[in-house]
């Protein structure tokens, strides 16, 4: 009976650290380590419901067509995993999140803040002077196109409405470059 109960309990730890693995990699970006989009949706959807005020940001890569056509796919995605390796760090050390809308975007939500309204320049800052290593070690300096709202903005009801917000901003910007 012993061996039994004990085969039982292998089997039992075996399985749930497997559903474990199947629940990270359902909320998970597999190339940049972040949240999927469908998950930092609904972080965002519970803050929102929640009360709590944050800030959202939508950030998205300038010129990255260009850093894939000149230094390759590859290379570009090199670029992605240290760029969500920046914004992870920096954004968990206020206690927010972030996820990757697609592509070359990322969403970041933070409390809203003295931090969280410094984040944006925080996050321009460190890539002017930590350039990001490409696959052939060449150095190459990122430049970001960043979109904001904050959930105390009235006019939204939902994350999605912040979301577009944000993106109308963040395509402003990128109008710029």
């Known amino acids: 009976m012993g061996v039994c109960f004990a085969s039982y309990i292998i089997l039992f730890k075996r399985l749930v650290r497997e559903r474990d693995n199947y629940l990270h990699a ?7 380590g972040v949240y999927s989009f469908g998950h930092i949706m609904k972080i965002g959807e519970d803050w929102l419901k929640s009360g709590k005020e944050f800030r959202l940001m ?3 890569v300038n010129h990255f067509k260009q850093l ?4 390759g796919h590859l290379s570009g995605n090199i670029a992605l995993e240290q ?29 809203n803040n003295d931090n969280g309204n410094q984040l944006s320049e925080a996050i321009q800052q460190d890539l002017l002077q930590k350039p990001l290593i490409l696959m052939n070690g060449e150095k190459y300096y990122l430049s970001l196109s960043i979109g904001e709202t904050v959930s105390t ?10 979301l577009h917000t944000a993106d109308m901003q963040m395509y402003e910007h990128k109008q710029m470059c």
């Open 83 to 111: 760029l969500s390796s920046l914004l992870k760090r920096e954004a968990e050390k206020m206690h927010g999140a972030v996820g990757r809308l697609g592509g070359d975007e990322f969403i970041v939500i933070v409390p």
């Open 68 to 71: 894939n056509d000149k230094h």
């Open 153 to 162: 903005n009235t006019e939204h009801d939902n994350f999605q409405s912040l």
């Open 26 to 32: 359902s909320i998970t970006d597999p190339l940049t």
């Open 58 to 60: 939508l950030i998205d």
